[in-house]
């Protein structure tokens, strides 16, 4: 299987400050990597596909980089309605490959 | 405008099977490169993949649930239906139902049902 490692698990923020979550796949998968956003007892909701294209009607101040294992989402500016929980999905698929989601990062409020 | 919601048993005894229905609207089965995924969440936990199916029947399971998971669909309906044999309390989760895109380029789930709780307990 395909493991995709997160980090942080957590991190404190001020609203206006940069954020960077980072993501590790164990092995090359080009660019099959998607990020979600999810708040507390709601959808995830995708915000980036294809490691940086940006869904429609998702602010500009998110974005995706990255390629082959390394991986990573930026909030530029945070703002009061980001702080959520963050997940990155390889979405590599194969016979017997499943997709994986990561271990989520948490944003909290400083 | 897609949407999708799942609907099922809020709880089930161990050993029994669930069933869960995704009804969706906005979109169409038979349309190319179109799927609908599960994807399921315990409490506090991150998200695990489930199974897909393809506009043209295609099928994937986890491979570690692959002897219990059936997935199938009814385009008449715009109806997926999940299910799983030998529940157990670690299958406590919230089910999510989504809609998948696959046409060109690595595919994601853009459009998800609100998820509903299941219990698996006695």
């Known amino acids: 299987d395909i493991q995709v490692s997160q980090s942080p698990s957590s991190l404190s923020a001020s609203v206006g400050d940069r954020v960077t979550i980072t993501c590790r796949a164990s092995?090359?998968?080009?660019?099959?990597v998607n990020w979600y956003q999810q708040k507390l007892g709601k959808a995830p909701r995708l915000l980036i596909y294809a490691a940086s294209t940006l869904q429609g009607g998702v602010p500009s101040r998110f974005s995706g980089s990255g390629y082959g294992t390394d991986f990573t989402l930026t909030i530029n500016s945070l703002q009061p309605e980001d702080f959520a929980t963050y997940y990155c999905?390889?979405?590599?698929?194969?016979?017997?490959?499943?997709?994986?989601f990561g271990q989520g990062t948490r944003v909290e409020i400083k | 405008q897609i949407t999708l919601e799942e609907s099922g048993p809020t709880l089930v005894k161990p050993t029994q099977t669930l069933t869960l229905t995704c009804t969706f609207s906005g979109f169409s089965l038979t349309t190319p490169g179109v799927g609908v995924g599960w994807i399921r969440q315990p409490p506090t936990k991150t998200l695990e993949w489930l199974a897909l199916?393809?506009?043209?029947?295609?099928?994937r399971y986890s491979p570690s649930l692959r002897s219990r998971l059936t997935v199938t669909k009814d385009t008449s309906k715009n109806q997926v239906v999940l299910t799983m044999t030998h529940m157990d309390p670690a299958d406590t989760a919230t089910y999510f139902c989504?809609?998948?895109?696959?046409?060109?380029?690595?595919?994601?789930?853009?459009?998800w049902g609100q998820g509903m709780l299941v219990t698996v307990s006695s």
């Open positions: 199916i393809y506009w043209d029947d295609d099928k």
């Open positions: 999905q390889q979405s590599y698929i194969t016979e017997n490959t499943p997709e994986s």
């Open positions: 092995q090359s998968i080009a660019n099959y």
């Open positions: 989504a809609h998948r895109h696959s046409v060109r380029g690595p595919p994601y789930f853009d459009y």
